[in-house]
Structures are given as structure tokens and as C-alpha cells.
């Protein structure tokens, strides 16, 4: 299998530009950063629920305890936020809380939705970059991109 595009920070800027112009841009930039900043897989950025990502006084948490089904390999494991991410996520999060914390932290616009699975999230970033004109990037490029980088 071919191994995901890392993308440079000109074509992550285009794609950030791309959101801008669009419907849901803080849920669709605070989405493609989660992967790019942190890392994550994209079912694990779709498995997160708020009360993950957010503490009780509303602010955002130093460290993303990942609980082992919302891992690849069944491990709980620890993901870290950095200052630039915490940014991105606060300005997210001033736009979208739910009312229950334990609802998914990224929202789908269907009403009777649970938010994005790891299937209707992968088909998010396939369209995205697609639309962004950045070909050979998929749903694991920002994991890449962090882990390169």
C-alpha cells in the first residue's frame, strides 16, 4: 500500500484557506489541525467525545487520554496538546459546546447523527484535499505530516 502524502506547510496552508471559504470552517480547521498537531488517527479524532478534549471549567486539556477502543492497537495511550493546537481547539469550542459533554467533540450536520465515524470522517478528508487540489493526500496525511515533521 502507498504510503500516505506528507503535506508541506504551503499546501496545509491552501487547505486552511479552502475551509475558510466554506460552511463549518472553525469544526473543519480544528479537525484537520487535531491530525496534523496531535497526530491522531483519523478514527480516533472521530471517537473523541468533548468531555475528552474539554475540562469541567471549559478549558482545553494538556493531554488526550485515548482509551484503548478509541485506539488502532486496543492501548489506551496519552496524546499531548500543544500551545498552537490548545489555540485552534478554544476557538472551535467558543462556536460549538453541546449541551451533554459526553456527545462527539466534531459534530456532523446530519440531525439524528453521532457525529463522524471513522468511515464518514475519512470520506471528509478525501474530499477536502480533493477540493483543495492537493492530490495523493488522504485522511492519514496529517498523522504523517506530524510524524515527520
Known amino acids: 500500500m502507498k504510503q500516505a502524502k506528507t503535506l508541506t506547510p504551503q499546501e496545509l496552508r491552501r487547505v486552511l484557506d479552502h475551509i475558510a471559504t466554506r460552511k463549518h470552517s472553525a469544526r473543519n480547521r480544528a479537525m484537520l489541525l487535531i491530525t496534523h498537531y496531535a497526530g491522531l488517527r483519523v478514527a480516533e479524532m472521530a471517537s473523541l467525545r468533548f468531555v475528552d478534549v474539554v475540562d469541567a471549567e471549559g478549558a482545553i486539556k494538556n493531554e488526550i487520554m485515548l482509551r484503548p477502543e478509541q485506539t488502532k492497537g486496543g492501548y489506551a495511550r496519552t496524546v499531548f496538546i500543544s500551545e498552537k493546537l490548545k489555540k485552534e481547539l478554544a476557538a472551535y469550542i467558543k462556536l460549538y459546546t453541546p449541551q451533554d459533554p459526553q456527545e462527539k467533540l466534531f459534530y456532523s450536520q446530519k440531525k439524528s447523527s453521532d457525529g463522524f465515524n471513522a468511515n464518514?470522517?475519512?470520506?471528509?478528508?478525501?474530499?477536502?484535499?480533493?477540493?483543495?487540489?492537493?492530490?495523493?493526500?488522504?485522511s492519514h496525511s496529517g498523522r504523517r505530516s506530524f510524524i515527520t515533521n
Open 120 to 138: 464518514t470522517a475519512t470520506q471528509f478528508f478525501h474530499y477536502l484535499y480533493q477540493r483543495a487540489a492537493i492530490p495523493g493526500a488522504s
